[in-house]
């Protein structure tokens, strides 16, 4: 098994032949069998251990036993404590999600703090047919049934090709020794329901249901590779930028057919899922929106507007801008600069008598109820309705910024100036204000 480990790192992952790596070692078979083989292999890395406290004595020993296999391989350990059940009751989340955040949070961490590029964690081929079996028990798309991926950004899983059994009788052949844990085997949990039961049986079957499985599995990835590329580049003729949002045509969305398996292909990365929330969206009204966890996605008119969801709490703040400022840079770019004459205002330019205004000028986003005097219209205006007649879509009014004195709105930043603070004295200083 080394010889054809060592010619699957060399094939497939290169990269480890060069660079310090971390292992992700519970002190189990699995782990235990991939450290060996690193190790044999001449590789360099060191050791990750995670004590969840969740088996008292039996956590403990893990703890000591990779502490004593990192000693006898002269390798560095890194080791690290949670409190998992308090997770669980604050996150309301089982425990097995539990842990598997918490030491991923933790692996980052590492990699970060330690300048280590890559992670290896010791998946196999029996993990990969208990996973495609929960996601296919639990209802999936091919991307489901494509397995474990053996490369991400920084996870490198080397065994994939390996089975358990492989894995044993490495682990016999070289003497090994490694921890059991017991809750591998209650069958409450459903991957080891699976690979206690439900797999047994299907070799039962049909004797060579492991191999037929992994070539299934190759035909699978081979299919959704193929799918991936004609979805990337559909998406590149679909979505069109426009500054930090994207227009997606609902009139050539809709020649899509089956237009949910569409849908779900072009929308799922960005945490849209809900197949029938996508297609209500398309006959809604101008102006309903869908919210995943990182993006937004609104019907405006004929098309469909993404951008990515605010992390900071912009909407809330309020920017100050005092007298004697030439100058700033954020939240938005603007210049302050006394002229001799005025001239047209345009959308990134203003020009506004002086005297009229309060310092500190304030900067902030608007809200409901807000309204203003817009040059060219007579009376006030709700910057709702402004919007709305302006077709504005709520993206895009999210984004608005609103220079204001002593609570009057000077200027809908990039849009429209307030008649109340127009130039009406060109004795008087004449403030320009623009966009930089």
């Given at each position: ?44 890395f060191s050791l ?74 010791a998946h196999h ?266 077709k504005i879509d ?43």
């Amino acid at each position: 098994m080394l010889e054809a480990f060592k010619k699957h790192i060399e094939n497939t992952f290169p990269e480890l032949g060069t660079n310090h790596f971390l292992i992700a070692c519970s002190g189990g078979l699995d782990s235990m069998v991939l450290t060996e083989l690193c190790h044999e292999a001449g590789l360099h890395f060191s050791l990750a251990h995670c004590n969840f406290r969740l088996r008292g004595q039996e956590s403990k020993g893990d703890e000591a036993f990779v502490r004593e296999q990192a000693k006898e391989l002269n390798k560095i350990i890194y080791v690290t404590h949670f409190d998992t059940m308090g997770y669980v009751n604050q996150h309301k989340v089982s425990v097995q999600m539990a842990a598997r955040e918490l030491r991923y949070v933790w692996f980052e961490h590492l990699l970060s703090q330690h300048k280590i590029p890559f992670l290896l964690t010791a998946h196999h081929a029996n993990d990969n047919l208990e996973t495609f079996l929960i996601n296919l028990s639990r209802g999936t798309g091919i991307d489901g049934l494509t397995g474990i991926p053996a490369k991400t950004e920084v996870l490198r899983r080397p065994l994939l090709p390996f089975t358990r059994k492989q894995l044993e009788g490495y682990a016999q052949k070289q003497q090994l020794q490694w921890r059991e844990d017991v809750s591998n085997t209650d069958t409450k949990y459903l991957r080891n329901k699976i690979r206690l039961e439900v797999i047994p049986l299907l070799n039962q079957l049909h004797p060579t249901f492991s191999d037929n499985f992994k070539n299934t599995l190759d035909y699978l990835g081979q299919t959704e590779a193929i799918a991936s590329t004609y979805l990337k580049n559909l998406k590149e003729d679909l979505f069109v930028q426009k500054d930090e949002k994207l227009e997606i045509s609902i009139e050539k969305l809709k020649e899509l057919s089956p237009l949910s398996v569409y849908l779900h292909g072009l929308f799922k990365e960005y945490g849209f899922k809900e197949l029938d929330n996508l297609e209500d969206l398309l006959d809604g009204l101008s102006g309903k929106q869908l919210v995943s966890n990182t993006h937004v996605l609104v019907k405006n008119r004929e098309f469909l507007v993404l951008s990515p969801l605010k992390e900071n709490n912009q909407n809330e703040q309020i920017f100050y801008v005092q007298k004697e400022v030439e100058q700033i840079d954020s939240p938005i770019a603007l210049k302050f600069s006394v002229v001799q004459e005025r001239y047209d205002n345009t959308s990134k330019v203003i020009y506004i008598q002086k005297d009229t205004l309060k310092y500190p000028l304030k900067i902030r986003k608007w809200k409901n109820g807000d309204y203003f005097y817009p040059i060219g219209l007579k009376g006030k205006k709700k910057l709702s309705k402004y919007f709305k007649d302006e077709k504005i879509d709520i993206v895009s009014k999210d984004e608005v910024w609103l220079l204001y004195s002593n609570e009057q709105i000077v200027w809908v930043v990039g849009m429209r100036a307030d008649e109340r603070f127009i130039v009406t004295d060109n004795s008087q200083e004449i403030l320009k204000i623009e966009i930089t």
